[in-house]
């Protein structure tokens, strides 16, 4: 859910909106008089769509990534544990 603030209504209470964006996952839109209006996003949560954009920027990924949510979605395909994954894509670990 998006919450809007004025510039200074934000100001008075930066602490507690800094907590409801990290705690809530609020976005928080705060609007400046004669100045584009900025976002408050907790970090992680920017982290996350950051990457998820770059892995949907190929359309071969997004392709690839979106099918295998609809078969997840469907409870199609055969769970796997870490070590066939790791096998399957070539990431063993090399034992010493």
Known sequence: MTIEF?????????????DRVTEDREVVII???????VAMIAADELASLTETAYL??????AERLL????????QKGKPQSIEELRREVGLEEEKA
């Open 67 to 74: 099918s295998a949510l609809a078969r997840a979605l469907k």
């Open 31 to 37: 609007q400046r008089r004669g100045a584009e209006d």
């Open 6 to 18: 004025t510039y200074t209504s934000a100001r008075e209470q930066f602490a507690s909106l800094l």
């Open 56 to 61: 949907l920027r190929s359309p071969q990924n």
